[in-house]
């Protein structure tokens, strides 16, 4: 079955916004080779780049001509700066590109990720659209945000773009964990705001009643192949399952690694809930980062109040889908997209 693989060429960045899980203490560049095992020994459905910013890797430009001569679809997110280095046909090349904001307004994106933070994602946007790739913003929902995420969707919408959303995980800090309370409340800013296409973040899918996520979808559907030149079931994931070399070869099958085991694990508490087969726990690498893959997933409504607080939870998420039949095809990182497209009937 064809997977999609995430790849970070660099861990490098030419900003240092302190929300990132992307490690720092030393620099990690993938090589030419090293991609080349993972397309050659990997069914690769899709790339998307990611962890750092893809342009500081000095070959990034020939991996970028690799994934087009072999005819990967190739999807990038970026602050801007590794879209800006190419030409208008290498640019044109990527299937998608997402350019992140995490705030709704220059002032508070450039307080947050540096001065120009804000002017260098704003002209990729407009560039990317003007070549009609098609693109969309990313933003990672905090407790510094989260009641500003309608807001971030409609500047998302008036450029013409879809907004995509991540729950911040903590890797390298809690500063910006949500609580219980604003995890929820964050979607449901979400969800009135626009009409839902994804979403596989598999507690909210399941709790939304939609129940078409099999657990997270890292570990089976999805695989990641970091700068250090490890592979993890998840960008976030706190170990290493192996190193790119495993995957050459017949010595070790990575998907059966223990990494990618305990990524696919059901926490025993979880086996009668009535939601275990699309939420399988939840968010694995937040439980994993915590040290606690064995607890259902810290935002969960059943284990904080049962089916009285799934009825509250419910309740607060009113949301739309754009297209109710593609929903159960539902992505392959827990992700969460809303559109500027029309809404269906609602709910
Ligand atoms: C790690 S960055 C790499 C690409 C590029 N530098 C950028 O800013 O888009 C990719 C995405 O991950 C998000 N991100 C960073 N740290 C995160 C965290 N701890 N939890 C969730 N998402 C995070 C970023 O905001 C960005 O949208």
Redesign the pocket.
Same mark, same amino acid.
Do not use: F, K, P
């Given at each position: 079955m064809p997977v999609a693989v995430g790849i970070g060429l660099t861990n490098e !960045?030419n900003?240092a !916004?302190p929300? !990132? #899980?992307?490690p720092t203490l030393t620099q990690q560049r993938l090589s030419v080779p090293e991609v080349e095992t993972i397309l050659d020994n990997l069914d690769v459905g899709s790339v998307n780049l %990611?962890? %750092?910013?893809n342009g500081v890797h000095p070959e990034y430009r020939d991996m970028l001509a690799l994934f087009r001569e072999r005819n990967v679809k190739t999807a990038i997110? $970026? +602050?801007g700066y590794s879209l800006d280095m190419l030409s208008d046909e290498e640019l044109s090349a990527f299937h998608s590109v997402e350019l $992140?904001f995490?705030f709704p307004t220059k002032k508070e994106m450039d307080e947050f990720r540096g001065e120009g933070s804000w002017e260098m994602a704003s002209e990729s946007v407009e560039r990317c659209l003007r070549l009609g790739i098609p693109t969309s913003v990313?933003a *990672?929902m905090m407790n510094t945000n989260y009641d500003k995420i309608g807001d971030t969707a409609r500047f998302a919408f008036g450029l013409g773009c879809d907004l995509r959303v +991540? *729950?911040?995980?903590p890797?390298?800090g809690e500063e910006f964990t949500l609580s219980y309370e604003q995890f929820w409340r964050g979607f449901a800013n979400l969800f009135a705001a626009g009409p839902v296409v994804v979403c596989s973040e598999p507690l909210v899918n399941a709790v939304m009643g939609l129940e078409s996520s099999r657990g997270s979808p890292c570990g089976t559907r999805s695989i990641r192949a970091l700068p250090a030149g490890t592979i993890s079931p998840c960008p #976030?994931w706190p170990a290493a399952a192996g190193i790119i070399p495993h995957l050459a070869g017949n010595g070790r099958d990575i998907w059966k690694s223990r990494e990618f085991e305990k990524s696919r694990r059901v926490p025993e508490a979880c086996e009668p809930c009535r939601f275990v087969e699309s939420c399988a726990g939840g968010c694995a690498s937040r439980r994993a980062i915590r040290n606690n893959i064995e607890q259902p997933d810290e935002y969960c409504p059943v284990v904080r109040g049962g089916e009285e607080e799934v009825r509250r939870i419910r309740e607060m998420l009113r949301y739309t889908l754009s297209d109710p039949s593609d929903v159960p095809k539902a992505g392959n990182a827990c992700t969460t997209v809303i559109t500027t497209a029309e809404a269906a009937p609602s709910q």
């Open positions: !960045c900003l !916004c929300h !990132c #899980y992307r %990611g962890v %750092g910013e997110t $970026s +602050n $992140s995490d990313a *990672v +991540n *729950v911040y995980q890797v390298t #976030y």
